[in-house]
């Protein structure tokens, strides 16, 4: 993802142009997948035409397939009959979505039971769907999918932990690589005879064979799995943490020490209650600590990142084309959602190219978040004019949008907010704007107030160059240039924006143009 002048190429970076009229990306309009898991058996259906797909609908239901499995070797008999009711109830919801294909997956639990290829073959004869019971390996290499679906190009270790089974898998530059599975689900082998130490001695004999596989591996840890996720909402709860995202929540290996300590001294009950666990989940929470300590002490990852993307996001990827999965997936959410809901669609990309001179110096990560603000900047038009500012920051904030880290998302809810609102101060976000630096503040601000200003000219044909924005950083001059036709353009309230920016950009010195 470069940040040269667009003008310089005749693309609009990165990745050149939008591919959501391509028949292959159409075809993932609607994406449907059911994951059979040890713990849960869970149905997504992805509107998947973007990079980085919306949640059409998403249902879990908690069927504890392989509760008690160490014991019996078998399906727990409860648990079947909770999954045969959720298949059923799926594969309708599916056929009145008119889903093209409902791609099944069972894991763990399934394929390690006495009678897992029986109970596939009942369901398969009671529904007429086609159920896979996929290998440790292939599980893997699904969960790291979904991690780079929302990370392409990443480096880093990921980590799938389930009811009956975790998993591990190593990507490399957008690749997946070695990858292993282990009996390390907290269903496995939290009963074992012999109570907390027998279990400490499980985990690091299963530790020492997973490193031996896998090797050195000091990138990123990504955690994937409701263990975790649980884990990582006890994590927000102690530290007394904000924003209440869990993908791309990050934290270092102290930090989860502090955790894992914080769960062993709160009464579990009540830490459930106000997290939102469920209790199901959380009497999993106190076993995945035992599991979580030694992996980092493993492997001693630099930092930690949770991801909400897993399985069944990688069964998505799977079907993406190449192409797609090269796209930046902020980029190409912001694209879609401006197609979808903009006033005026391409609009963001005219307003892109008139800001620029702005933020010629900004990195790369930056300059793409000034393309995701000007894509986004006029999707909530529909919003009452007194909460427009609120819903742009809520939208950046808390949207499902892949490779956004929080430090990101503030950001791109400040400058959103700044599109609507000339002052940040007197908000319901307030406690948020710490999460970045008071510099990144007066950025977004910047951007934000440009965004105010640019929509005011409402460029149909960037071509045209009817507006255009010149800012000398050395002298700290702001120049417009407006071409004649278009001067009635600039009015009142476009002077008073325009002298709002010039505040903001720091300028000492304003010029109006008319060529």
């Known amino acids: 993802m470069d940040g040269h002048d667009p003008s310089e190429t005749g693309e609009w970076t990165p990745f050149g142009k939008p591919l959501f009229d391509d028949p292959k990306t159409r075809a993932l309009s609607r994406v449907g997948v059911v994951d059979i898991g040890s713990n849960s058996v869970r149905l997504v259906v992805f509107n998947g035409a973007a990079r980085s797909p ?21 399906l727990n008999p409860e648990g079947k009959e909770r999954a045969r009711s959720a298949l059923a109830r799926f594969k309708l919801l599916a056929e009145s979505m008119e889903l093209p294909l409902l791609s099944i997956v069972a894991t763990a639990a399934m394929r390690e039971a006495e009678d897992g290829e029986s109970f596939r073959k009942e369901l398969e004869a009671e529904t007429g769907l086609t159920i896979y019971v996929i290998d440790g390996e292939e599980e893997a290499r699904l969960s790291a999918q979904g991690v780079l679906l929302g990370w392409p190009g990443s480096f880093g270790l990921v980590c799938d932990i389930g009811g009956s089974s975790m998993e591990l898998a190593e990507i490399q530059g957008g690749e997946v690589g070695k990858r292993i599975t282990s009996a390390l689900g907290p269903l496995k082998f939290k009963d074992l005879d012999g109570g907390a130490h027998a279990r400490a001695d499980y985990v690091a004999a299963e530790m020492a064979s997973l490193k031996e596989h896998m090797g050195s591996q000091r990138d990123r ?5 409701g263990s975790w996720r649980a884990l990582a909402r006890i994590d927000m709860e102690r530290r007394g943490y904000p924003l209440h995202v869990l993908h791309e929540y990050r934290m270092d290996a102290q930090a989860v020490r502090d955790t894992i300590a914080f769960v062993q001294d709160q009464d579990l009950e009540q830490l459930r209650s106000v997290c939102g666990i469920s209790s199901s989940r959380m009497a999993l929470v106190p076993y995945a600590c035992e599991v979580l300590g030694p992996l980092i002490d493993t492997f001693r990852p630099k930092d930690i990142a949770i991801s909400s993307y897993g399985i069944r996001e990688g069964m998505l990827y799977e079907q993406m084309p190449d192409d797609l999965r090269q796209r930046d997936p902020l980029i190409e959410a912001c694209r879609f959602a401006e197609r979808k809901d903009a006033r005026l669609p391409g609009f963001g990309r005219a307003l892109y190219k008139f800001i620029l001179p ?9 300059l793409r978040l000034v393309k995701a603000a000007c894509l986004l900047h006029d999707v909530s038009w529909r919003a009452h ?24 998302r503030i950001f791109l809810g400040l400058a959103l907010l700044h599109r609507y609102r000339n002052k940040r101060e007197g908000t319901r976000f307030e406690g948020l704007y710490d999460l970045i630096s008071a510099e990144a503040q007066q950025h977004a601000e910047v951007l934000g ?37 278009a001067a009635p353009l600039y009015g009142e309230v476009t002077e008073a924006r325009f002298n709002s920016l010039a505040t903001a950009v720091g300028a000492v010195e304003t010029e109006v143009l008319f060529t």
């Open 54 to 74: 919306a949640y059409f609908y998403n249902e879990k239901i908690m069927c504890g397939l392989g509760e008690g499995m160490r014991e019996t070797g078998r």
């Open 221 to 225: 840890l990504f955690l994937v799995g």
């Open 358 to 366: 702005l933020f010629r110096d900004d990195v790369a990560d930056r």
């Open 385 to 408: 004019p007194d909460y427009r500012a609120e819903v742009c920051f809520d939208y950046a904030t808390r949207a499902n949008l892949g490779g956004l880290k929080h430090s990101e």
């Open 449 to 485: 107030k440009a965004l105010r200003f640019g929509a005011m000219l409402w460029m149909v044909d960037e071509d045209q160059r009817q507006a255009r924005l010149e800012w000398q950083s050395k002298t700290k001059t702001l120049r417009l240039h407006l071409a004649e036709h």
